[in-house]
Structure formats: structure tokens, C-alpha cells
């Protein structure tokens, strides 16, 4: 039987690398969407490229997509600084819309590959709070996804796949650890340097180590 096909967004972070993981263990054969989107660093891109090869994606491509021209976030603005110490509400490091507009993309993609499931990293319980991790986002992207094209509206459907919604950060790495995911090659850092060093302060590095620390595992990131 030939393998179901499936999209993948992988970003080079230690979730999407996990959810590739899975994917690749239900037996999905998986097309690998990055974006150049404007962010601050080009490490994870460097990080999801690498992944997509040890993980066994059998395509990888990376979409330029610049949202720096809009702004508004401490990824894709530089005059905005990334926060080094937690704050209150939806933080700076919100990029508008971001994940609607990488999943369409992806939904794009997925209609020409004959693909019908779409997987993404999102998280509602160790996570940073942007609106668009949340179960309803995604319930109402996959409700969108089936009126608005060919293969939803003559009965295909499409699904969301969304494996890590309801998992801890350090579920996320004991499942990833456990499903062949090497965390050393996965960049997280909202301000990594050329090399993915981590800078260890931001809210990515703190809901990352502490998910090492609680899952009882050695964290391998690439300190500055």
C-alpha cells in the first residue's frame, strides 16, 4: 500500500521536530514546510533542514514569506526587544496571524500533494499564550479548511493534527526523546545567534529547560 501523505510545518524548534517524529512513526510520509518569514535568526531554519534529513521527511521546502514588513512582533522587529524575564498577557513575541498564515500555506500544499492531514507543534499548556496554539484556532482552521476548498467541499476532508495540544513540555521531550528526536540538533532561542546558540534568557529557553529539568532528562542546548 503507498504511504499516506502528510504536511508537516516544521520550524527547527523541538516541537515541530517532535511532531515530525510522530508523524513519521504512524506511518505518514511527510513533506516538510519551513518559512523565512522575517524572524530575527536564521538558525532554525539551518536546525529544521537538518532535521527533516535525520527524521526522514521526504521533501522539505522553505517558503519566503517576509512579515517583517508588517512588524508588530520582537521576531520580525527589531526595534521591539525580545523579553528576558516573564510578563503578563499575550507577549511581544507574537507574531500576528502567524500561524493562520503558515497553515494555509500548508493547506495549499497539502490540496496539490493529495495530502489530507496537516500536523503543527501547538501547545496549550507549556506555551507562551499566543492565541493561535489555542484547541479552538485550530478547531475552527480545520472547519475553515473543508469550506474553502476543492477537496473539502466534494467530501475530502482535511484534518488538523495537532499531537502535542495537551502534553507538558516535558511530555513533549520524553515523547520525542522516545520516538528518535536528537533535542542537541533542535534550536528553540527567540534570539539564537548565527550559530543556534541559545541565549538562556528568553521565554523559549525557560519553558525549554524547565522542560528538561522536569522530564529528568540532560538538556543538550547550545548555550552562548
Same mark, same amino acid.
Given at each position: 500500500?503507498?504511504?499516506?501523505?502528510?504536511?508537516?510545518?516544521?520550524?527547527?524548534?523541538?516541537?515541530?521536530?517532535?511532531?515530525?517524529?510522530?508523524?513519521?512513526?504512524?506511518?505518514?510520509?511527510?513533506?516538510?514546510?519551513?518559512? *523565512?518569514?522575517?524572524? *530575527?535568526?536564521?538558525? %532554525?531554519?539551518?536546525?529544521?533542514?537538518?532535521?527533516?534529513?535525520?527524521?526522514?521527511?521526504?521533501?522539505? *521546502?522553505?517558503?519566503?514569506?517576509?512579515?517583517?514588513?508588517?512588524?508588530?512582533?520582537?521576531?520580525?522587529?527589531?526595534? @521591539?526587544?525580545?523579553?528576558?524575564?516573564?510578563?503578563?498577557? /499575550?507577549?511581544?513575541?507574537?507574531?500576528?496571524?502567524?500561524?493562520?498564515?503558515?497553515?494555509? /500555506?500548508?493547506?495549499?500544499?497539502?490540496?496539490?500533494?493529495?495530502?489530507?492531514?496537516?500536523? /503543527?507543534?501547538?501547545?496549550?499548556?507549556?506555551?507562551?499564550?499566543?492565541?493561535?496554539?489555542?484547541?479552538?484556532? @485550530? %478547531?475552527?482552521?480545520?472547519?475553515?479548511?473543508?469550506?474553502?476548498?476543492?477537496?473539502?467541499?466534494?467530501?475530502?476532508?482535511?484534518? /488538523?493534527?495537532?499531537?502535542?495540544?495537551?502534553?507538558?513540555?516535558?511530555? @513533549? @521531550?520524553?515523547?520525542?526523546?522516545?520516538?528518535?528526536?536528537?533535542?542537541? =540538533?533542535?534550536?528553540?532561542?527567540?534570539?539564537?545567534?548565527?550559530?543556534?546558540?541559545?541565549?538562556?534568557?528568553?521565554?523559549?529557553?525557560?519553558?525549554?529547560?524547565?522542560?528538561?529539568?522536569?522530564?529528568?532528562?540532560?538538556?543538550?542546548?547550545?548555550? =552562548?
Amino acid at each position: 500500500m503507498p504511504m499516506k501523505q502528510a504536511v508537516v510545518l516544521l520550524s527547527g524548534g523541538m516541537d515541530s521536530a517532535t511532531v515530525l517524529a510522530l508523524a513519521r512513526a504512524e506511518g505518514f510520509a511527510c513533506h516538510c514546510l519551513s518559512f *523565512r518569514y522575517g524572524q *530575527r535568526h536564521q538558525a %532554525e531554519l539551518q536546525a529544521a533542514a537538518d532535521l527533516a534529513g535525520a527524521l526522514g521527511a521526504v521533501d522539505h *521546502r522553505v517558503v519566503d514569506l517576509n512579515l517583517a514588513l508588517f512588524g508588530g512582533s520582537a521576531l520580525t522587529d527589531e526595534a @521591539i526587544q525580545v523579553p528576558e524575564s516573564p510578563g503578563q498577557g /499575550i507577549p511581544v513575541t507574537y507574531v500576528p496571524a502567524r500561524n493562520t498564515v503558515f497553515l494555509s /500555506i500548508a493547506l495549499a500544499w497539502a490540496e496539490v500533494l493529495q495530502a489530507r492531514d496537516l500536523f /503543527i507543534g501547538v501547545n496549550a499548556v507549556d506555551y507562551s499564550g499566543y492565541p493561535d496554539c489555542r484547541p479552538a484556532f @485550530i %478547531e475552527a482552521f480545520e472547519t475553515m479548511a473543508n469550506l474553502a476548498t476543492k477537496a473539502g467541499v466534494e467530501g475530502d476532508r482535511f484534518h /488538523i493534527r495537532t499531537p502535542l495540544m495537551h502534553l507538558s513540555k516535558a511530555e @513533549i @521531550i520524553r515523547r520525542g526523546t522516545a520516538a528518535g528526536v536528537d533535542f542537541a =540538533r533542535t534550536v528553540s532561542c527567540y534570539q539564537a545567534d548565527d550559530q543556534g546558540r541559545a541565549c538562556g534568557v528568553c521565554d523559549a529557553c525557560r519553558l525549554r529547560a524547565r522542560g528538561f529539568a522536569e522530564a529528568g532528562l540532560p538538556d543538550p542546548t547550545r548555550y =552562548r
